[in-house]
């Protein structure tokens, strides 16, 4: 072959793979067989134990899913992704979308691919009721993502205050102070979020963890609680999750031992 | 450009391509990010609980590392998978190499790289010995691949005996008679696994893992303990981990609530 014609077939050969063969080990396949897995950066104990850094840029997050749910470097707000964008809802109430080479300290993202997709109509019910109305479609082993649209009477949500090194444990954070709650009524939007088995413990957070952000997107937070009176819920069974480790000093040197169900439970609900 | 040409490079292109363009989702980046990451099928509680069946072939298997543990469908032996090889250890003592098309309801596999080599010298130490003095070299929230080669003066191993349906809880089983114990003496060999954290629990298995084989591939097992005078030690630190969960229809109906700590404990030691 002529070396013009061979250039040009190296050329178009490199240029249509999203893989750098020089990279791979082994038989590896495409990140592909990955799609319909969750992804998350460092693990829920570790924010429980007061490691509030990460090494993880926003732009590299963005790679990962754009469904999802975390927060920021130094607590500075609660995380959602929704459509490829990450938010930030910070403490005071505002709202903005957050530059790539921001980091986090912990977040879960998906692309997300709805498995089923129903309207689940009133009277009236809060997120209790509709966990409970919920569980015959779930399974207690399986990890799910999950996305609820529509109507909100009212929602509870908090949002967490930035803080500087040296960093307490999140739980007196938030119970000292650290967090503003807010409540949004009459208000539509989208909850976002996952349903993880207990199994998942210490690393990602068993049973519902949802954030909400209404369709302006001025009001947002972690969710403790709502009520509704139609929303269309769309769920999204997952294959299997990817943890990154926290590559931040603060993880290594972090007592990653304790048992911290209690704390994770105080921390997930309004105080 | 003529047809031909075209249909040439067409053809080249896709075969040096290891990403299928119409399976990539977003930004979907290649697999090669994931190479130092630690791939399991399934969780060990599941196994603890019966779970004895996956849908894992040893063929996709072996796409997700070159080194590992694990078991076979039916508890048929333990896993090791050395140099790329999947060999079984059956509880009679025969070691085979393992046909592609066969399952796996549980195993941990990576391609491995030591990051940190060393002989340790003896004198003559045993597991737990080797144990502490590696403490130094190891974080207690990280997570470790490690390969261990040298001459034994002695291995205590075990293999598990393949069971059919209704499968008992694992504890269950070996304390029943469900594994064979073997003691090799004066044999040179290789341990092959992995040190977790105790916040995989339920997922992984916290602590050292180790699967033994001697050179000849003629003995091996899972190891209860062991003394060597002179050990090449190699340690690979893993920047995450990727589970698969399994989708064999037990492991939907199987109960994982139960804290199985204890039940752990017992199975990975020598009764």
């Given amino acids: 072959m002529k070396p013009i014609l061979l250039t040009l077939i190296t050329l178009m050969t490199l240029g249509s793979c999203r893989t750098n063969p020089s990279e791979v080990i082994g038989e590896a396949q495409p990140l592909s067989i990955y799609k319909d897995h969750l992804y998350q950066y460092s693990i829920i104990d570790a924010l429980l134990a007061g490691v509030f850094e990460g090494e993880l840029t926003i732009s590299e997050l963005k790679t990962k899913g754009d469904f999802g749910i975390g927060t920021f470097n130094n607590l500075d707000g609660e995380m959602i992704v929704v459509d490829g964008k990450v938010l930030k809802m910070r403490y005071n109430g505002e709202i903005v979308e957050v530059g790539g080479d921001e980091k986090t300290p912990l977040a879960y993202v998906k692309f997300f691919q709805a498995d089923t997709s129903f309207v689940l109509h009133g009277p009236n019910f809060t997120f209790e009721e ?41 739980a007196d954070y938030l119970a000292s102070g650290g967090q503003t709650s807010f409540t949004f009524k009459e208000t539509s939007g989208t909850c976002i979020g996952f349903i993880a088995p207990e199994f998942t413990a210490q690393v990602n957070i068993p049973g519902y963890h949802l954030h909400f952000i209404d369709d302006d997107r001025e009001n947002g937070g972690h969710v403790f609680g709502f009520q509704a009176d139609s929303l269309s819920v769309e769920i999204d069974r ?34």
Same sequence: chains 1, 2.
């Fill in 238 to 271: 997952i294959q299997g999750f990817i943890v990154d480790m926290n590559s931040h000093p603060d993880f290594r040197t972090i007592d990653l031992q304790k048992n911290r169900k209690k704390e994770l439970e105080v921390v997930e609900q309004k105080q």
């Fill in 130 to 170: 509709l966990k409970e109305r919920l569980a015959p479609y779930l399974n207690s082993n399986e990890i799910y993502a999950i996305r609820l649209k529509g109507n909100f009477d009212r929602v509870d949500a908090r949002s967490v205050a930035p803080i500087p090194k040296p960093y307490p444990e999140l």
